[in-house]
């Protein structure tokens, strides 16, 4: 930074650098954007800050981000209570709802198991999920496709095995548009291991 900025701007390019998706530069020139147009964005993003910070919270039923709880999600009689979509964080639940074929309910668990990183089934929202399961006939694991996620998924179908409820997993593989030179080896194994009548 040059040596004219002051610490308060330099504070504000350090925090704005934290958020994915954002470097030192683009830090910068987000920095630059807000303090130039202080009554167009500036303000706004920091009376929406403290307007979330104050008011967003974790669903008690499902785990999502809200200012309500139950969540608008939880709350919506039109949703298939008979289904739990199982995802790892509140930007998975976002992913799904953006597509709109998904009309059921969800269950965010706040991570993956992971030995490595000391995250046990005791840290995430296992309890929680396990006591949903009374009505529900289907939980779909809507994990990533990572070793966590699959140990995750396994160790959620053993606790789940005794409830009855069908256990399904998203399907994996060719994405629509995709060619195959662009594509990793595990998904192109993956579309030929899932391959359907065409």
């Known amino acids: 930074m040059a ?3 002051g610490p308060e701007i330099e504070r504000l390019i350090g925090l704005l650098a934290k958020l994915p998706g954002l470097g030192p530069r683009s830090a910068r020139r987000a920095a630059l ?18 307007e979330a910070k104050a008011k967003v919270r974790a669903c008690g039923v499902c785990g999502a981000l809200d200012s309500r709880d139950p969540c608008q999600v939880c709350s919506d009689p039109e949703r298939d209570r008979t289904l739990i979509c199982v995802v790892e964080e509140v930007g998975a639940l976002w992913a799904l709802e ?13 991570g993956l198991l992971s030995a490595l990183d000391g995250v046990g089934p005791e840290t995430l929202r296992v309890r929680e999920l396990l006591a949903r399961t009374g009505e529900v ?9 990572t070793v966590d996620g699959q140990t995750t ?8 095995s005794a409830s009855g409820v069908a256990l399904t997993m998203l399907a994996r593989g060719l994405p629509v ?7 990793d080896d595990g998904t192109i194994a993956q579309a030929l291991r899932a391959r359907r009548p065409a």
Not at 98 to 110: D, P, S, T, W
Not at 153 to 160: C, D, F, N
Not at 177 to 183: A, N, T
Request: charge should be positive; hydrophobic fraction near 50%; avoid cysteine.
């Open 153 to 160: 998924a396994h160790y959620l179908a053993e606790r789940l």
């Open 3 to 5: 040596a004219s900025a």
């Open 98 to 110: 953006r597509g709109g074929a998904y009309k059921g309910l969800y269950h965010v668990l706040g």
């Open 33 to 50: 954007a807000l303090l130039k147009r202080r009554d167009q964005l500036l303000e706004p993003l920091s009376a929406a800050l403290l």
């Open 177 to 183: 548009g995709g060619e195959l030179d662009w594509l």
């Open 137 to 145: 006939k289907e939980v779909i694991l809507a994990l990533p496709a």
